[in-house]
């Protein structure tokens, strides 16, 4: 690219319909000069020929991917990560903000992600490691989405249940159990004082545990323990399974009695998620495998909080993440970003239910709550409460006592001397 | 864990009903004792907890993942790349081989990226750094896939082409050109001797490029290039898209004369892919975006072989990849094992057509045929055929020419003497 091929790739925002812009956030370390490479950048997610030959045309104007700013981070030694690859020269990291024409793709999932974390972003000349960093959307574009059918107001109301957090508890052994093995346990911890009793996310429609039997078992179950305990109950049915089974596994679950279904987001993709969610009769719930896998490290992939975003935007009603504990290997300020992309105001698309999870227990919920700042929380135990030494009605009973302390501002440990459930777990 | 509880989780290959099992082979960095890391890691990707508590049971036996083998590969002074975790010990990089019951999840893709790939694998206490490298599966497993519907000999049997690559051609500008400008290039392009005028794969149903409109017109183009050719000819047409719109709009391309389909495999999602597949009429052709997200780095994430089996699996007849050259950051030996996994026995599944891009044109043309070492590939330059300075019917006769010169071991400078297309690369 020539000078002047250069500045079609720049902008500044007062020159741009910013209306017809998504704003994207990266993170690059790049070889050679700076701005030659942030060209090439914008150039390869979008116009990466901008003319025919012979014909007198830029379709630059239109469809261009255009540089905001970007600021130096500093000068590297050698790439953060070893990657085989062959420009030569100074190695610098910086940050760029771009604009990027929505109207190359539309609101469709599959294309906005083919845009801003496709070939273009992985292989541009002489930027070897990227990250994407964050998106934000003009009003303009969301309105297209419909978001959450429920949000954290819809699951509220269902179960009855304000001003603390919502309980979940993933019922345990998360494989091999019997359905009906699997009804009892999650009654009991029902009985306990959980709100929903859920599916591991491995654990989906399988002979040896059919969807169509353990959400008729859960089913009948749940009622039994409303009738018992006057309270709502949940039972999250994971219908994560092939594409076309979704929405047969959707109406199974749900006739059989299921009042919320569990799917994994990036696993079936996430426009499956929004295909689902217009068809959902019951709030949808996320969960997180193979996030990891392009989020964990800081300096290349995509950030957590871009996929939370987008899985808000999906349709998702909750949306479980890693949480706090080193367990997770997320550290706090990135939780937090991402229960604030749950929460934080997005024009009319309903909040979702942040669920920060990962070996939790009665024992790590008050440190959740602080964290977080606020109620508006799902709390995920697994073995926290189906390992509870005196069984999963102690496990759920004692999480209900943590809370109970938290709310009377009474230590967790003198809350123990009169609960023997809580007793159980801080002796544990 | 225990040593008793630590032994569950490893086996002899004899002692295990092998058919039940996939073999997955991961990279490891784990902190602490290995074999203590190791039999978390099985059990965090399976029974994490083995038995209800006060019953005398244990699921490991049908359901637990199981170590085969492992091999050190040395000890660490720190981590490969640096992450946010808490564990402490020595540092070690060991591969493991590891059995994993498929009765755990069944033959549905989002399950199993689930399991193999979910949050066990990368959220295992003492191991930060993960990368799945590699997938075997049992017959009884690849039974329930159906695989390419065409595959190599399908496409070849379509165009008519033995004996020689498959000559796709991305049309140049991507992104912004009218329906009947990019219709006019793509005849030219196909009089010029290409095989298959393909759409990029940012360029989808857009209000000022439809899938309506746009099919129709290549497809008409098409038509009227075989009558003037005698060839037959493919316009493939990117229909990714939301997953609930896919299928119509396989319908209306196939109805206008498309007669190949792309597809973003990871952005739709593999199981879409699979859907999308047992309903096509036409072969589908697979692109790579978002996979590099997640598989550049040597040592963290999944390797590109993983996703390119799973592409075959889901039925994709062709799939693009990154190809040779230092813009596609793979190296030599990565692309190899993609070709590879495509043109591989494995079992019923028909072999799906590899095609390695990147950057290429006529003077690209031999060292990729040198170094697949054989004829089965696709070669898809985009600028190379539409940025040719005589326009893209001389783009298209540049790479026929290339390959002349290479049938006939007549070196490229020599042949471009008597062809002026070629040559007029040759100088560029």
């Given at each position: 690219m020539n000078a002047d091929d250069i500045k079609g790739f720049f902008a500044e925002r007062?020159?741009?319909?910013?209306?017809d812009y998504l704003e994207l956030d990266y993170y690059l370390e790049c070889i050679g000069d700076i701005e030659v490479a942030l060209a090439h950048f914008c150039s390869e997610q979008s116009t990466a020929q901008w003319s025919r030959i012979g014909i007198d045309e830029d379709f630059r104007d239109l469809h261009a991917a255009k540089v905001l700013s970007w600021e130096l981070i500093g000068e590297l030694q050698q790439l953060s990560y070893p990657v085989d690859q062959a420009a030569e020269g100074a190695i610098h990291a910086c940050r760029v903000t771009i604009a990027h024409p929505h109207r190359n793709f539309g609101p469709k999932l599959p294309n906005l992600m083919t845009a801003v974390c496709g070939e273009g972003t992985y292989f541009?000349?002489?930027?070897?490691l990227v990250k994407l960093l964050d998106i934000r959307f003009p009003a303009s574009y969301l309105a297209a989405f419909e978001g959450p059918k429920f949000g954290i107001d819809g699951i509220r109301e269902m179960l009855g249940a304000y001003n603390r957090p919502i309980f979940f508890g993933v019922v345990k052994p998360?494989?091999?159990?019997k359905p009906e093995h699997f009804a009892d346990i999650a009654y009991q911890s029902w009985l306990g004082g959980l709100d929903i009793a859920k599916d591991d996310?491995?654990?989906?429609?399988?002979?040896?545990?059919s969807m169509a039997r353990r959400s008729e078992l859960l089913g009948k179950a749940r009622l039994e323990a409303e009738a018992l305990t006057g309270q709502k109950k949940v039972y999250l049915a994971n219908i994560t399974d092939e594409v076309d089974r979704m929405i047969e596994q959707h109406d199974i679950a749900v006739k059989n009695g299921a009042n919320a279904l569990l799917i994994n987001a990036l696993p079936v993709g996430l426009s499956a998620v929004r295909m689902l969610s217009r068809h959902a009769k019951v709030p949808l719930i996320g969960h997180f495998p193979f996030i990891a896998a392009f989020t964990r490290l800081e300096k290349f992939g995509v950030h957590t909080r871009v996929i939370t975003k987008l899985q808000r935007l999906a349709g998702l009603d909750a949306i479980i993440m890693p949480g706090f504990g080193s367990r997770m290997m997320t550290s706090e300020e990135e939780v937090l970003s991402n229960v604030n992309e749950c929460l934080c105001?997005?024009?009319h698309i309903k909040r979702s239910l942040p669920v920060p999870g990962g070996s939790d227990s009665a024992l790590t919920l008050e440190n959740v709550y602080r964290k977080v700042g606020s109620v508006d929380f799902g709390f995920v135990p697994g073995r926290g409460i189906f390992g509870h030494p005196q069984g999963p009605k102690a496990g759920a009973a004692s999480i209900r006592q943590a809370w109970e302390a938290i709310e009377q501002h009474i230590p967790i440990d003198t809350y123990a001397q009169t609960h023997p459930e809580l007793k159980a777990m801080v002796e544990k």
């Amino acid at each position: 690219m020539n000078a002047d091929d250069i500045k079609g790739f720049f902008a500044e925002r007062d020159q741009l319909a910013m209306a017809d812009y998504l704003e994207l956030d990266y993170y690059l370390e790049c070889i050679g000069d700076i701005e030659v490479a942030l060209a090439h950048f914008c150039s390869e997610q979008s116009t990466a020929q901008w003319s025919r030959i012979g014909i007198d045309e830029d379709f630059r104007d239109l469809h261009a991917a255009k540089v905001l700013s970007w600021e130096l981070i500093g000068e590297l030694q050698q790439l953060s990560y070893p990657v085989d690859q062959a420009a030569e020269g100074a190695i610098h990291a910086c940050r760029v903000t771009i604009a990027h024409p929505h109207r190359n793709f539309g609101p469709k999932l599959p294309n906005l992600m083919t845009a801003v974390c496709g070939e273009g972003t992985y292989f541009t000349p002489g930027v070897p490691l990227v990250k994407l960093l964050d998106i934000r959307f003009p009003a303009s574009y969301l309105a297209a989405f419909e978001g959450p059918k429920f949000g954290i107001d819809g699951i509220r109301e269902m179960l009855g249940a304000y001003n603390r957090p919502i309980f979940f508890g993933v019922v345990k052994p998360n494989i091999g159990l019997k359905p009906e093995h699997f009804a009892d346990i999650a009654y009991q911890s029902w009985l306990g004082g959980l709100d929903i009793a859920k599916d591991d996310e491995m654990l989906a429609d399988v002979p040896w545990s059919s969807m169509a039997r353990r959400s008729e078992l859960l089913g009948k179950a749940r009622l039994e323990a409303e009738a018992l305990t006057g309270q709502k109950k949940v039972y999250l049915a994971n219908i994560t399974d092939e594409v076309d089974r979704m929405i047969e596994q959707h109406d199974i679950a749900v006739k059989n009695g299921a009042n919320a279904l569990l799917i994994n987001a990036l696993p079936v993709g996430l426009s499956a998620v929004r295909m689902l969610s217009r068809h959902a009769k019951v709030p949808l719930i996320g969960h997180f495998p193979f996030i990891a896998a392009f989020t964990r490290l800081e300096k290349f992939g995509v950030h957590t909080r871009v996929i939370t975003k987008l899985q808000r935007l999906a349709g998702l009603d909750a949306i479980i993440m890693p949480g706090f504990g080193s367990r997770m290997m997320t550290s706090e300020e990135e939780v937090l970003s991402n229960v604030n992309e749950c929460l934080c105001d997005m024009g009319h698309i309903k909040r979702s239910l942040p669920v920060p999870g990962g070996s939790d227990s009665a024992l790590t919920l008050e440190n959740v709550y602080r964290k977080v700042g606020s109620v508006d929380f799902g709390f995920v135990p697994g073995r926290g409460i189906f390992g509870h030494p005196q069984g999963p009605k102690a496990g759920a009973a004692s999480i209900r006592q943590a809370w109970e302390a938290i709310e009377q501002h009474i230590p967790i440990d003198t809350y123990a001397q009169t609960h023997p459930e809580l007793k159980a777990m801080v002796e544990k």
